[in-house]
Every structure is written in C-alpha cells, then in structure tokens.
C-alpha cells in the first residue's frame, strides 16, 4: 500500500453500520471548511461507477453474487474512486474525507469467509489514509439506530454478522497504524470532540 505523497490529507471513517461515520464525516468537513481547509467529502461504495451500483444493489439484495466478486467490485470502484475524485483533490492541496475506504472490506470481508491476505493484495495499490477514524459501537446499538431510519436491514445488517465484523476490525488496529478507536456511543458532540482533538493534534498542528 502506498503512503500519501500528495499535499492534501486523507481522512477516512470507520465502522460498524450505524455507527455514525456519514454524521461525523459531515461534522468534520464543517469544522474544516470554517477553519478556511479546502474539503472534499465522499463515500464507498460510491455513487458514479458501474461498480459502485452494482454493489448497492447487492447490499440491497436486488443482485446476489459471491463474496469474492463482491469485494473485486469494491475494488473496482475504490480504483476508479481514487483515480478520478480523491488522488486528484490530493494533489492540489485539498483534505480529502471518505465515509468508509478499504479497511471497510477487510473487516466485511473476512466476515463472509474470504482470506485476509488475500483482501488486502487486492488493494495494495491504492493509497493509506493519512488518518483512520473507527467509530466503537456495539452491534446491538448499531440495529437499534438502523431500525430507526425505517429502511430494509442491507445485506450485512445482522447482529451475528456485525459482531464478526467488529472483531475484524479490532484485528486492524494492530496491523496497521493510524488508526483511532473512538467510542461512538457517546453524543454525536462529544464524539465529534475527541475526532476534533486528534485532527488538530496530528494533522493541523
């Protein structure tokens, strides 16, 4: 995987489904925005690439296909998505925040059986963000909030399911660096605060 080596910064959230990233995706950018930052923010799967449709309409389970074509589409959108929005807000200077990136398909793709090593070869081509947010809350908090918005659960929105995927992503804090455990059941401010402190910590200082 390859470090950033444009002037821009990469932010990226993480977490269980309901967890909160697209609310503090959305606080952070704010927060950024007014402190005068140049931000562009986004979103996996995306909205643009074939790919990307095509993933959301597995997650919705209109189209059933196998995990490992599943994670090959995510990579492909995640190429096409880096290619023609995020490297290029990078390389003119912009801060870049993504509501879930490729440690999302490590951590739900190692829940639907497929092997670690293998997920992560076929994204060692794409960038690591600068800064990894993973938002901690338990599945069960996460259904309740999912229930709440009044949608059909997507394809991975099972308690069992949700479960493995926390212990996925726990795994990933300790093989890779740059990655924040924050307790996302907390207010949606005093989340906020903490993601606040690190940034102007790490990035802004």
């Not at 990579?75 to 290619?83: C, P, S, T, V």
Request: charged share 35%; with cysteine.
């Amino acid at each position: 995987m390859i470090k950033n080596p444009y002037p821009g910064k990469f932010i990226v959230f993480e977490g269980l489904d309901g967890s909160g990233q697209s609310t503090q995706t959305r606080l952070l950018k704010d927060f950024l925005t007014k402190k005068g930052y140049q931000v562009v923010s986004t979103k996996e799967p995306t909205f643009s690439s074939k790919a990307g449709k095509k993933i959301r309409a597995i997650l919705k389970r209109a189209v059933d296909v196998r995990a490992q074509q599943l994670q090959k589409l995510f990579a492909q959108d995640r190429k096409e998505h880096l290619e023609k929005l995020i490297i290029p807000a990078l390389k003119e200077g912009k801060i870049v925040i993504s509501d879930r990136y490729f440690f999302s398909s490590f951590a739900y793709g190692r829940a639907s059986g497929l092997n670690l090593k293998w997920l992560i070869k076929i994204n060692d081509e794409f960038l690591l963000p600068d800064i990894t947010f993973l938002l901690k809350v338990s599945p069960k908090i996460c259904l309740e909030r999912i229930k709440k918005r009044k949608r059909k659960k997507t394809l991975f929105e099972e308690k069992e399911i949700l479960e493995e995927v926390w212990k996925n992503y726990q795994k990933l804090t300790k093989k890779f660096g740059s990655i924040y455990v924050i307790n996302g059941e907390k207010a949606r401010d005093k989340v906020f605060k903490e993601i606040k402190k690190i940034i102007e910590a790490k990035l802004l200082s």
